[in-house]
């Protein structure tokens, strides 16, 4: 039962963001809506990709740019985000060409709230340095699914779309990496 409330839930969530980015092709209002409920998944991507804070707001702020300028060619398919972060991606490509360097090292993870005990904090700190160190030894691509799944929050679908791959071989991936992932961290 409450899994199908959920599921109405994230379904009208979805439809009330497919009218809106229909709607923003004629109003900048709307977009406006598009860009708060987007702005921090985009610059947590960015971030975790370039570990700098004005590079990340800027490569956000180009992003938006061209997505608004872009918007009278967007077709509504349902699939903003992926239509969205494709243009991230883009972003993200030229800025590399123009650093002419590999992805930076990903900064550490926070630690956890004040009330966890200091033995706690320590070990979850060395967890996540481990998750970091085997996130950083991945390819690019499997890099890009773990940040596209977990840090912008994009769907199955959405990762499908943007990627050009069915949904279920996106799924398949996701998977397949996280039990590597889980595997190398046993």
């Known amino acids: 039962m409450v899994c199908n409330i959920e599921l109405k839930m994230q379904n009208k969530q979805f439809e009330d963001l497919s009218a809106l980015a229909a709607k923003a092709k004629d109003d900048p209002a ?15 991507y ?5 570990d700098i804070q004005q590079d990340a707001e800027d490569l956000t702020s ?4 061209e997505a608004f300028e872009s918007m009278r060619r967007y077709r509504e398919r349902g699939q903003f985000a992926a239509w969205l972060f494709s ?3 883009h972003k993200l490509m030229d800025y590399y060409r123009r650093k002419s360097s590999r992805l930076p090292l990903e900064a550490a993870e926070k630690l956890a709230g004040e009330r966890d005990a200091l033995g706690q904090r320590v070990q979850q700190d060395e967890e996540l ?21 977990y840090l ?12 050009e791959k069915n949904v279920e071989a ?13 595997s190398q961290m046993e």
């Open 46 to 50: 960015f971030y975790r990709r370039v």
């Open 62 to 65: 180009q992003t938006f740019i």
């Open 152 to 163: 912008a929050g994009l769907s199955y679908v959405e990762m499908a779309e943007l990627l």
């Open 170 to 182: 996106v799924k398949k991936s996701v998977y397949r990496l996280l039990a590597r992932l889980k």
């Open 30 to 44: 709307a977009f406006g809506r598009l860009y708060d409920y987007y702005v921090q998944p985009v610059f947590k």
């Open 87 to 89: 243009i991230a991606r």
């Open 129 to 149: 340095r481990r998750l970091q160190s085997l996130i950083q030894k991945l390819r690019d691509d499997e890099q890009d699914l773990i940040y596209l799944r």
